[in-house]
């Protein structure tokens, strides 16, 4: 083989992995945590008043059986007015997140059916008010 051929193989060659890497990038999913994450950038500094509040409370308490995900709110918290959200964010893929309102009872839990929910990872992320504080909590949860 004369270098000329050898020559036009290693560009072929070239030409066949430039293609290939501009396939799989223009095939890659990329996905945003938020996509007003400006404003949610802006609003940071209620997540750590809120985290901070949440650490002079008690703890939340995560539980899981094989049908319900149960979340107890600190024991500070029974019996008290609470409004909040909880959000289910996975990582992974943006399609498996959920975002539910926070309606304990009063005993301060909530359970959420598992059937709803996709195996995997989470970052649960809890947001609540109550007495006029705001408190936020972040917990790793994996659904069985």
Do not use: H
């Not at 396939?23 to 938020?34: G, H, P, R, W």
């Not at 024991?75 to 992974?92: H, N, P, Q, R, V």
């Amino acid at each position: 083989m004369s270098w000329g051929n050898k020559l036009v193989v290693v560009f072929l060659l070239f030409a066949g992995l430039i293609f290939t890497l501009v396939y799989k990038a223009v095939n890659t999913k990329f996905e945003l945590v938020s996509k007003d994450y400006y404003q949610d950038e802006l609003r940071y500094q209620d997540k750590i008043d809120g985290a901070n509040n949440a650490r002079k409370l008690s703890g939340i308490t995560i539980t899981q059986d094989s049908a319900l995900l149960s979340i107890e709110l600190p024991k500070e918290m029974k019996g008290t007015a609470t409004e909040g959200d909880i959000w289910l964010y996975c990582g992974s893929d943006a399609t498996k997140d959920r975002k539910l309102p926070l309606q304990a009872d009063t005993l301060g839990r909530q359970m959420i059916r598992k059937n709803t929910l996709a195996k995997g990872s989470y970052l649960l992320k809890l947001t609540w008010k109550s007495g006029g504080n705001t408190y936020y909590n972040e917990q790793n949860l994996i659904i069985q």
